[in-house]
């Protein structure tokens, strides 16, 4: 094969039955081709390699890319059908080349470019830390997580995978929680399964199975199901589409087929299998486990080492968190990007923030519902309020929802129709935050009422319970600003007339749980 067919390999020509070797995984307005890619989007070279033996474990690709004097390694897998891929996401216009690896000579050195060119409308980049306990994007677009919970959301049969992105467009969410290994669904079993079916050997340690687990299944922990992460792969590039983050949980204790169980070189084998898939999508997290503590099969030692697993093998190096149940976990450790907690203690998160340096989201505040137990059965008035707690506790909240439904339809928590009424309200949190374009709100230290700011810029109070009739606000003399009094719940915003310095008493509505937004003026 001389060099100009080896280029239309490794940029994207059809041999055979390769798939075409670009993915854009960005909803482009210019056109892209096989050697164009946009900023943040996603490339992937493909190539052909011996299908035999088992290609998860007995053979490696890869790829190196680079620009100037930057080299980025990206790691591949074998995606089935004799075909392995390597993805990769530029974070950076111009001209990118590219040489792959290989443990055997079919794959190894084969060498192609592409131009990479600017973002276009919409796609800000992948979300990071900002100013220590907040994010934005890695355009410099501030991000506030206003997330929710679809467990499910990535295996659900249809139709209520497609009910749930339909809800997902309307409902004004901006981050998901959804599993990557699989959970039970009652009567319905997930769509695919992530490794090949095997009907005589079981999984290490699935003895250990949860008292709920029932299946009878069995599966070879070497070979992974590709049509199942293509399956999780269309669920993260739909959630992208409508600006959506995919926080993903890597581990949970929800299993019932021994996943959580299947020792330590499969569980290494399939993070690094699922990082190399998945990470060059722009709007991945990681979340190294759902209630981490309730998987009883692991250790500390193991957690840690999932933790340094994920940061090696990512070369985009996207966010990382942990969730637990009971024992929250030391989020001081270096790889952890930010907290991520079953809490609604809003009251200790600046010890918490001074303890680690990083930003708290309250990933499960119990959730909005009508179920028997007491973690669901929040009413939609008093989810609206933990998420106004949050945000001037100088933290953030994630949505759940757990209603009684009819027999074989999903709860919102794992994924279907959401029938709560805090969706709205939280939205509206959102969007008033996002509208004073500040990148994230500090709590104030010992405050009389509840507010956080953005000092001598922006404050915004919340009353919580009391029902305050007036108020003397404590203004900065220097400066002007505008008052906004706030409904959270009857989503309403009503100026205040005039303009305000120093001291301001302003009469208020005397009922509880309202707000108030102070912004200056600017000019």
Known sequence: MDRRELLKLSTGAVLGNLAPAVVNAAAEAAPASADRVEQWGMYEVAQKGPPGGNPFVDITFGARFTQGHRTVEVAGFYDGDGVYKARFSPDTPGRWCYETTGSVKELAGHAGSFECFAATKGNHGPVGTA???????????????????????????????????????????????????????????????????????????????????????????????????????????????????????????????????????????????????????????????????????????????????????????????????????????????????????????????????????????????NISRRWGNLSAEEMTHRFWRAIVAGVYATHGETFMVPEGTPVWSDAGELRGTSAARITFLRKLLEQTKTTGLMAADAPYYLNAANPGELYLWYFDFHCVGEYEFPLPEKSKFTITLIDPFAMTKTLVPGTFSGKSKVMLTGKPYMAALVEKIQG
């Open 131 to 369: 100013h220590e306990f907040h994010f934005q994007y890695a355009d410099g677009t501030p991000y506030f997580p206003f997330g929710t919970t679809c467990y499910a959301y990535g295996f659900i049969p249809d139709p209520f995978g497609e009910q749930t992105l339909s809800a997902l467009k309307s409902a004004g969410f901006n981050k998901v929680r959804m599993c990557v290994l699989p959970k039970p669904l009652g009567q319905r079993k997930p769509v695919f399964m992530p490794f090949e079916h095997t009907g005589t050997v079981l999984p290490a340690g699935a003895e250990d199975l949860a008292d709920n687990s029932k299946s009878k299944e069995t599966f070879d922990l070497t070979k992974f199901n590709p049509e199942y992460f293509r399956h999780i792969e269309m669920r993260i590039k739909q959630l992208m589409d409508i600006g959506v983050e995919a926080d993903l949980i890597l581990f949970h204790p929800y299993d019932a087929w021994g996943f959580k169980a299947m020792g330590q070189e499969a569980d290494d084998r399939y993070l690094r299998y699922a990082v190399a898939r998945l990470s060059a999508y722009r709007n991945v997290w990681w979340s190294i486990a759902n209630e981490y503590d309730l998987v009883k099969s692991k250790t500390m030692k193991d957690w840690d080492r999932f933790f340094r697993i994920v940061q090696e093998s990512d070369p985009h190096s996207r966010l990382r968190s942990i969730h637990h149940s009971h024992t929250i976990y030391d989020h001081s450790k270096p790889w952890c990007t930010h907290a991520s907690l079953q809490e609604s203690d809003f009251e200790k998160s600046p010890a918490r923030l001074a303890a680690w340096n990083k930003p708290i989201i309250y990933d499960e505040i119990m959730y909005e519902g």
